[in-house]
């Protein structure tokens, strides 16, 4: 089995473990969130169809309501991102700026 690019800590927290790849956060209908070694933010580019296609573009689809991740939408994410910082994603403040925040500047 192929190591993941990601890890799940708690109820609602998704640590990014490999600088190489970006991960694509899918959370029902809300706007995708990419995490890429640099930081977070809203992806504006194409789903891409497969995992293999986006493993081609080094990115990981990461489908919140699937078994392997939480089971279900969230309204609140964690997400710790290899720049340090811990992030919080507030789903219920979408097209705000308290949408994606810093949480924690140093969590390591």
Known sequence: MAEKNF???????IIHKIKKFDL???NGDAPVVIVSH???G????EI??????????????VHVESSEVFSEEKTLLFV?????REYKVDYSKINT????????????
């Open 80 to 84: 710790q991102a290899l720049d340090g």
């Open 48 to 61: 891409p169809a497969k995992r293999s296609i986006a493993k081609k573009a080094y990115q990981d689809i």
């Open 97 to 108: 700026k308290s949408f994606i925040k810093v949480h924690q500047d140093n969590y390591i």
């Open 7 to 13: 890890i799940t800590s708690g109820r609602n927290t």
């Open 42 to 45: 809203i992806y504006k580019g």
């Open 38 to 40: 640099r930081g977070i």
């Open 24 to 26: 694509l956060i899918i």
